[in-house]
Structures are given as C-alpha cells and as structure tokens.
C-alpha cells in the first residue's frame, strides 16, 4: 500500500471583512461540470467550497466519492471542506485527505471511533470537524471542543439539499458558542441557510454558513448571494 500523502501546506481560507465565512455547497450546483462550477464558485468570493459525501446508508442517498473531490481540487485553489455523511469515517480519511480536502467532518452519530477519528484526521495535517443531526442532544458537544477545528449543526435533517430550516436548532448554536467563547472553534450551521435563517444562525453564534439552494436558485446570482451572507455579523 502505498504511503498516505500527507498535505503540508493545505491551502488557507480567503480572508473576507466580516467574521462570518460563507461556503457554497456544491450539491446543488450541477454534476455535469462540477470543475466548472467549483471554479466559479471561487470567483463568485466564496471562502470554501463545501462538498457532502453521502453514502446511501448513513443518509439515504449517494453523491461524491474522492475522484470528484480530486476533481474539484485540481480545478480550484480554494479551501475543500468536506462533509461526511458516512458510517465508517475512519476508513476514508486518508482516500479524502490525498483527494485534497482542506478539512473533514464526519457525524458523530455514524462511529463510535469519535476521538481517533478526530486525532486520526489532524495526524494527517488537516482540519477537523465533528457534525451532529438536528436531534442530537448539545450535552454529546462539549467534550469534544477541544479535539477539533469545527463544530457543524445540522440546521436540516442531513441526506438532501434544499429542506427547510429548522429552528429548533439555533438553542444548541447558542449554547455552543457560550461554550466557546474563549476558544478558536467555528461554528457551521449547514441546510436551509439563506439571509433570514442565517442572521438568526450568526446572531446565536454561528461564524460559519452553508448554503445551497438559497445561492442557486434563490438569490439573484451566486456572487450576490454569497456578498448578501457574508454580511451577517
Ligand atoms: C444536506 C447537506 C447540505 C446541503 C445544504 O445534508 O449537508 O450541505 O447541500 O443545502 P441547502 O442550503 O439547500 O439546504
Ligand atoms: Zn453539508
């Protein structure tokens, strides 16, 4: 087997004049030229590109493997921020790091290998982000705080783009972010995100946005889109 590629200098995020980050998810852009698309995602001013990997069992239904991440790479220099939606995380880490992903969250509800997984993933010299369903109790977010780079709240049930916001949620954003408030740590909120959801995401304590069809199909162009989230603050 062939040794793991470890990323020495994974590439780093724009810098933009708010605090809030603002990525695209690349689910709703269109399969057919997904180079293309991620290119323009980048000049639209988007700070990563997010990009969910589903495997039919985790979430029912399937998208991306490492060739199409690769793929994006090769087109892009942007920031990759992948979002696993599989059981197994542990197992495809080094297939998703070589890809080029720039950070890997996985869920914790899809392994019971949470810790090694998180360490296993900033081993290989990336970020590392821990995602949790929509159910998902906050009590199961504080002991990892501090072994990872990222916290992602599902604002939807994961599995399919374009689902309406839940806000149920944004209680566990706030008390998340009361958690970190002397800490780094992002805060991703990720399904249904568009400029009303997202204010009430940022003013609980997200500084990271997701966003899919509210940039596709919602907003006037992606670029204006992308300016109208990243206004937030
Ligand atoms: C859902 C995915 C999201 C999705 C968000 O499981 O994790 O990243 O693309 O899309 P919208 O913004 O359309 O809800
Ligand atoms: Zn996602």
Redesign the pocket.
Request: no cysteine; net charge negative; aromatic share 12%.
């Given at each position: 087997m062939s040794p793991l590629r470890y990323k020495v200098y994974p590439k780093t995020m724009k810098k933009n004049h708010s605090n809030t980050l603002v990525y695209p998810?690349i689910?709703?852009g269109d399969f057919g030229r997904l180079a293309e698309e991620a290119k323009s995602l980048e000049q639209a001013g988007a700070d990563a590109i997010?990009i969910?990997i589903?495997d039919g069992h985790f979430?029912p239904?399937l998208t991306f493997g490492p060739k199409a991440v690769s793929a994006i790479n090769r087109a892009t220099n942007i920031f990759l921020d992948v979002?696993m939606?599989i059981y197994n995380p542990y197992d495809y880490v080094e297939a998703f790091v070589s890809a080029g992903a720039d950070r890997i969250t996985f869920h914790f509800e899809a392994t019971e290998d949470v810790e090694d997984t998180l360490e296993f993933i900033r081993k290989c010299g990336i970020e590392a982000g821990l995602a949790f369903r929509p159910e998902t109790s906050f009590s199961m977010v504080p002991k990892y705080l501090t072994m990872c780079d990222l916290i992602l709240l599902?604002t939807?049930?994961?599995?399919?783009?374009?689902?309406e916001?839940m806000p149920e949620v944004l209680e566990k954003v706030e008390l998340t972010r009361k958690f970190c408030e002397k800490q780094e740590i992002k805060i991703q909120v990720?399904?249904?995100?568009?400029a009303e959801t997202g204010a009430m995401c940022v003013k609980a304590g997200a500084n990271v946005l997701?966003?899919?069809?509210?940039?596709?199909k919602q907003a006037p162009s992606v670029k204006q889109g992308i300016a109208s989230l990243k206004e937030l603050s």
């Open positions: 998810s689910l709703s997010h969910d589903m979430v239904n979002h939606m599902m939807v049930s994961p599995g399919f783009g374009g689902q916001f990720d399904g249904g995100i568009n997701v966003s899919g069809d509210y940039l596709y």
